[in-house]
Every structure is written in C-alpha cells, then in structure tokens.
C-alpha cells in the first residue's frame, strides 16, 4: 500500500471530495505493475515529455467506477495515451452506465506506430446529461484493427478540466 501512495498524489483539502480515478482504481485492489499479472494496473509512464501516473487497461479488460451522481459534475476531463510505439493501436470505449443500461459515451483509435500525434497524452472531455442521477462510467480497451495484441496498453490520467470529474 505504500507504493500506492507514493503514486498516487493525496488530494489537497479542497479537492477531498472530488473523485479521482487512480483513488478509485487503488481502492478496488488494482496494483502497480509488477504486483502479479494483471490485465488492469497503475504505471507512470511518459509521452511527449509529460510524465504522469496513469489506470493501465490492457486489451479485453474493463473497468467499472464507484457509483456517481451527476448532480455534482456535468462533465468528465481525462487524458489517455499508449505507452509504447508498438503494433496496430487499440480501442478505448468509454460508456455511462445508469438504471442497468449503458449509453457509449465515446470511442478513442488510438495507434502512436503509426501516428505521431497519438505519443501524447491526448485530452478526453465529455459532458454527462443531469438526468442520470447516480451512474458508473465503464472503460474498455481492445486490440487495434488487425487484432494484435502487442503493446495495447491504455493509460488514463487526470484531465486538465478542474471542473469536471477527474480534472486536476
């Protein structure tokens, strides 16, 4: 657990209360990689020469958040990048889950092989409608176009929109 903290920046008192997807990661039991042979992991890793420590999904792994209220937020801030320059890219879906039915909220092609823009940490944003009420929002990675595997890690992170769910 102590390595846990020491990747995971503590919210300073103001932000106590704002949910943090590496503090929700962390909470459900998932490790650092290197913990055992996880499909879902935290890792900090560097692209475009901004290092930040990130919820790693590989290919065919998801990852449900602790129940939320739209009330609150209206609008989620992440960045997602792919660790390495290797292979087809990957799929990153992101949905809203409410009252048993999930909504796809967007869908991310992600291929820094192939091209350069993707070797940064590239900005999600995305606005939740107010009539949700409580809801979870499912991450999903899967392989690239021609289905291969390699390097298909997908790293979330913080976004830069203090103002919504995640931001920092």
């Given at each position: 657990m102590a390595i846990l903290v020491a990747l995971i920046p503590l919210a300073s008192t103001a932000q106590e209360n704002v949910p943090s997807l590496l503090r929700?990661?962390?909470e459900q039991g998932i490790k650092q990689l290197g913990a055992g042979s996880e499909t879902m992991f935290l890792y900090r890793f560097t692209r475009a020469g901004q290092r930040r420590d990130a919820l790693v999904l590989t290919p065919a792994t998801k990852f449900e958040t602790t129940p939320l209220q739209s009330a609150t937020l209206r609008c989620v801030s992440?960045?997602?990048?792919?660790?390495?320059?290797?292979?087809?890219?990957a799929t990153l879906s992101i949905s809203l889950k409410a009252s048993g039915q999930e909504r796809r909220t967007l869908q991310l092609d992600l291929d820094p092989a192939h091209v350069r823009a993707h070797r940064a940490w590239l900005p999600i944003r995305f606005g939740v409608p107010s009539d949700l009420g409580?809801?979870?929002?499912?991450?999903?990675?899967?392989?690239?176009?021609?289905?291969?595997?390699?390097?298909?890690?997908?790293?979330?992170s913080s976004g830069t929109d203090k103002?919504?769910?995640?931001?920092s």
């Open positions: 929700m990661a962390a992440l960045l997602a990048a792919m660790p390495f320059n290797l292979g087809d890219g409580d809801f979870t929002i499912v991450f999903e990675v899967t392989a690239g176009t021609r289905g291969d595997q390699t390097g298909d890690w997908v790293g979330l103002s919504c769910l995640f931001g």
